[in-house]
């Protein structure tokens, strides 16, 4: 029982932690769409509307219920999954994982489209993605469970 609540509470600090730095980007830090701020030096803050899935797709104007209504299916089905689950490793995983997701439906329920506006780059070369918070936790989140999957807990 103490394991499935610290995976809800991970996920409640993520979807804490993905609200709050999006609303500071578009209401304290006011960047406007592809104006960059340099954080550090591998590190820029640059406004982006996610208004598809993982690398831009499925972009249409119709898709924004459809796709926050998929993904409230994956929620429930990743919460119902950790609350099966035993191994700390999995537990925390899927917190992570359903944390960035509702972070990502409440953005497009309220914006229509996900906020991102995190930018890595090194020596000049530019990942080439622009994403956010709640991204960060469900790649990683998906990768401890490959891990996990592979190598055992």
């Not at 972009?59 to 990743?78: P, W």
């Not at 035993?86 to 489209?113: C, E, M, P, Q, T």
Request: glycine share 12%.
């Amino acid at each position: 029982m103490r394991k499935r609540l610290t995976g809800l509470l991970l996920a409640a600090l993520i979807l804490a932690a993905d609200q709050g730095t999006k609303y500071w980007v578009l209401h304290g830090a006011h960047l406007t769409d592809g104006h960059t701020m340099t954080l550090l030096p591998i590190l820029n803050l640059v406004l982006v509307w996610n208004h598809g899935i993982t690398f831009g797709m499925f972009q249409n104007n119709g898709s924004k219920l459809i796709l926050a209504a998929l993904a409230t299916g994956v929620i429930i089905a990743l919460i119902m999954w950790l609350w099966r689950s035993k191994g700390w490793l999995r537990v925390l995983s899927i917190g992570a994982i359903a944390g960035g997701a509702i972070g990502n439906v409440a953005d497009r329920l309220h914006y229509g489209a996900v906020v991102d506006f995190i930018q890595m780059h090194l020596g000049g070369v530019y990942f080439p993605y622009i994403f956010n918070i709640g991204d960060s936790a469900i790649c990683c989140g998906v990768a401890a469970l490959m891990v996990e999957s592979l190598f055992g807990a």
